[in-house]
């Protein structure tokens, strides 16, 4: 079972360009980083190894797992081109919370779970292929109808992230930026289908499959001797996100860096962490922040159990 998922799982890679503008295209697709190399992970990396929850094809059930930091959260979703063109205002400048630098690290953070869902939906793709009984399955049973949905809600985001890039116009994300006075030894992109408001009040219903999901998109990265944090979403879910603004802009920076330790590995294995300072967590803290990777708040809440956000777990990615 696990040589047909490796081989399955390489097959499902797909090559793109997502770049709106496809006459600009370069001939070669390259392994785009989604978090700097150069710039971010050679600093959090130790002898070239940093750390992720993104399990490979031979321990798929690992809750760490060890990269060089030169395939680490690696994907093939830009041509050679449009990566460096593009992106070039947050690799090669300082960071000065400008409306462009803030929609780039955004976009680049929506292109790979982008990207990440359509190599899943070519996974059901070559599963189906090989196995056509399945294709009687019925939804409730098919563990990939979830990615289906997802990728519609995504390619509505894809539409406006598009018409902002080819018309150079950065006015359509809301964004709250924390700045802390420290360099951390992590970094991470990731999203959020938020369902949950830190009040525990209801912001979205998942299970409501007649309306389309909405995302908050967050990116957490050092930089210098200072560390920054970017929530956002489209201005157009104002209304829908207002409490969750409110709030996220009421928290002290005790609250703040514990909401990024709740919500880091609630929501994406686009985390690395420097594989030196992991080790000096105990066993139990481990064990805690496994717990969340593997959805755990999630599940309590489907039970109707409230979850603080604002609490401090046992473990301190601020203190690694």
């Given at each position: 079972m696990?040589?047909n998922?490796?081989?399955?799982?390489?097959?499902?890679?797909?090559?793109?360009?997502?770049?709106?503008?496809?006459?600009?295209?370069?001939?070669?697709?390259?392994?785009?980083?989604?978090?700097?190399?150069?710039?971010?992970?050679?600093?959090?990396?130790?002898?070239?190894?940093?750390?992720?929850?993104?399990?490979k094809?031979?321990?798929p059930?690992?809750?760490?797992?060890?990269?060089?930091?030169?395939?680490?959260?690696?994907?093939?979703g830009?041509?050679?081109?449009h990566?460096?063109t593009?992106?070039?205002?947050?690799?090669?400048?300082?960071?000065?919370?400008?409306?462009?630098?803030?929609?780039?690290?955004?976009?680049?953070c929506?292109?790979?779970?982008?990207?990440?869902?359509?190599?899943?939906?070519r996974?059901?793709?070559i599963?189906?292929?090989?196995k056509?009984?399945?294709?009687?399955?019925?939804?409730?049973?098919?563990?990939?109808?979830?990615?289906?949905?997802?990728?519609?809600?995504?390619?509505?985001?894809?539409?406006?992230?598009?018409?902002?890039?080819?018309?150079?116009?950065?006015i359509?994300?809301t964004?709250?930026?924390?700045?802390?006075?420290?360099a951390?030894?992590?970094?991470?992109?990731?999203?959020?289908?938020?369902?949950?408001?830190?009040?525990?009040?209801?912001?979205?219903?998942?299970?409501?499959?007649?309306?389309?999901v909405?995302?908050?998109?967050?990116?957490?990265?050092?930089?210098?001797?200072?560390?920054y944090?970017?929530?956002?979403?489209?201005?157009?879910?104002?209304?829908?996100?207002?409490?969750?603004?409110?709030?996220?802009?009421?928290?002290?920076?005790?609250?703040?860096r514990?909401?990024?330790?709740?919500?880091?590995?609630?929501?994406?294995?686009?985390?690395?962490?420097?594989?030196?300072?992991?080790?000096k967590l105990s066993?139990?803290?481990?064990?805690?922040?496994?717990?969340?990777?593997?959805?755990?708040?999630?599940?309590?809440?489907?039970f109707?159990?409230?979850?603080?956000?604002?609490?401090a777990?046992?473990?301190?990615?601020?203190?690694?």
């Amino acid at each position: 079972m696990l040589e047909n998922y490796k081989a399955i799982r390489k097959e499902s890679k797909i090559k793109q360009c997502l770049h709106p503008n496809k006459k600009e295209c370069s001939e070669k697709i390259i392994g785009a980083h989604s978090i700097q190399n150069n710039k971010i992970l050679k600093k959090i990396s130790s002898e070239g190894i940093v750390f992720m929850p993104c399990p490979k094809p031979d321990d798929p059930f690992a809750p760490m797992t060890s990269y060089g930091r030169k395939e680490a959260t690696v994907f093939t979703g830009f041509c050679g081109y449009h990566d460096k063109t593009l992106f070039q205002p947050i690799e090669d400048k300082d960071f000065e919370k400008t409306e462009e630098q803030i929609f780039l690290f955004t976009y680049r953070c929506f292109a790979l779970e982008y990207h990440k869902k359509q190599e899943l939906q070519r996974m059901e793709q070559i599963i189906l292929r090989k196995k056509p009984s399945l294709v009687n399955m019925p939804d409730s049973e098919n563990p990939f109808m979830g990615n289906r949905m997802a990728i519609g809600d995504f390619e509505e985001d894809r539409e406006i992230f598009d018409k902002a890039i080819l018309d150079k116009s950065y006015i359509y994300l809301t964004s709250i930026v924390w700045e802390f006075n420290k360099a951390v030894k992590f970094a991470c992109t990731g999203f959020e289908s938020l369902q949950y408001d830190l009040k525990n009040n209801k912001v979205q219903d998942l299970l409501d499959f007649s309306k389309s999901v909405q995302h908050v998109y967050v990116c957490v990265f050092p930089e210098k001797e200072k560390t920054y944090c970017i929530i956002s979403w489209f201005k157009k879910n104002d209304q829908l996100f207002s409490k969750y603004y409110e709030q996220l802009n009421n928290l002290d920076e005790i609250k703040k860096r514990n909401y990024i330790n709740n919500l880091l590995p609630m929501i994406s294995e686009n985390l690395v962490v420097n594989p030196d300072a992991w080790e000096k967590l105990s066993q139990s803290q481990k064990d805690e922040f496994g717990s969340y990777v593997w959805g755990m708040e999630t599940i309590a809440q489907s039970f109707g159990i409230e979850v603080d956000r604002t609490e401090a777990p046992s473990y301190d990615l601020f203190e690694l």
